[in-house]
């Protein structure tokens, strides 16, 4: 399970890094996506399989759980309407009501017992932090599925962050978390006073950061203008 987890992780730290830059909608996008789609639910899911039976590790276990919900909220967007995926969108947003509450619950436990949380490389308040934004999908997806429908750049929105917040998690994951697995010289090399091994991760905000504002940019000159006629 654990070689499950780290081929799949950098399957999708590569995939991702090429659906990240190719242009949208291409076919390289869309073939590199299917592949991070894949190799990220496989990663999320080995994770949580070894973080909540095998290597107990509370704080991992959220995040493994919640990495995998982004990745099939995002994935059903584009490619299943509401109305056609409803159950199974329900359900997500089940999940992600049940997972918050979980998160908050074991901080809370925390605040009262710090004995009671079992984690290793993580900080506790991830689970406040992971807790909090769960509950936040949940109540968007609620309303998603209330409103029937969801178009244009909303649905691309709400795609890209999803996508881009699962490739900083396993980027972040993997660069930062585990830096005992490279080599010294990498881990106290800097370029520009920039940590090496934080530069995937800040690429990944930037480039987020970019599409999010190209996404609001192009939705602000479609939005139709509402034109007053004289009498």
Same mark, same amino acid.
């Given at each position: 399970?654990? !070689? ?7 399957? /999708?730290?590569?995939?991702? #890094? #090429? /659906? ?14 299917? $592949? ?8 999320? @899911? ?17 995040? =493994?759980?919640? *990495?995998?919900? @982004?990745?099939?909220?995002? !994935?059903?967007? %584009? ?7 409803? %159950? ?6 089940? =999940?992600? =009501? ?23 490389? +993580? ?8 807790? +909090? ?6 109540? /968007? ?11 244009? +750049? ?11 917040? =699962?490739?900083?998690? /396993? *980027? ?9 697995? #490279? ?8 370029? #520009?006073? $920039? ?10 905000? $930037? &480039? *987020?950061?970019? !599409?999010?504002?190209? *996404? ?5 000159? &479609? ?9």
């Amino acid at each position: 399970m654990k !070689w499950i987890h780290i081929m799949t992780g950098l399957i /999708a730290i590569a995939s991702g #890094f #090429f /659906a990240l830059y190719a242009t949208k909608g291409s076919a390289i996008h869309r073939k590199s996506g299917i $592949i991070f789609t894949l190799a990220m639910l496989s990663m999320s @899911l080995s994770a949580a399989i070894i973080s909540l039976f095998l290597r107990p590790d509370h704080v991992t276990g959220v995040v =493994a759980l919640f *990495t995998a919900y @982004l990745i099939c909220t995002s !994935w059903l967007v %584009v490619r299943r309407t509401v109305q056609e995926s409803r %159950v199974t969108l329900e359900g997500l947003a089940l =999940a992600a =009501a049940v997972l918050g509450v979980y998160s908050l619950n074991l901080w809370l436990d925390f605040t009262a017992d710090p004995k009671s949380l079992i984690t290793k490389n +993580s900080p506790p308040q991830v689970l406040l932090v992971f807790g +909090s934004i769960s509950l936040l999908c949940a109540t /968007a997806d609620i309303r998603m599925i209330w409103a029937g429908e969801i178009l244009g +750049s909303q649905r691309l929105m709400r795609h890209l962050w999803r996508m881009c917040f =699962a490739m900083l998690i /396993a *980027t972040g994951s993997f660069f930062t978390g585990q830096m005992q697995v #490279f080599p010294s010289f990498i881990r106290k090399s800097s370029v #520009f006073g $920039i940590p090496t091994l934080a530069i995937p991760v800040l690429l990944v905000v $930037i &480039t *987020t950061i970019y !599409w999010i504002l190209c *996404t609001f940019i192009k939705r602000k000159r &479609t939005k139709p203008k509402v034109s007053i006629e004289r009498s």
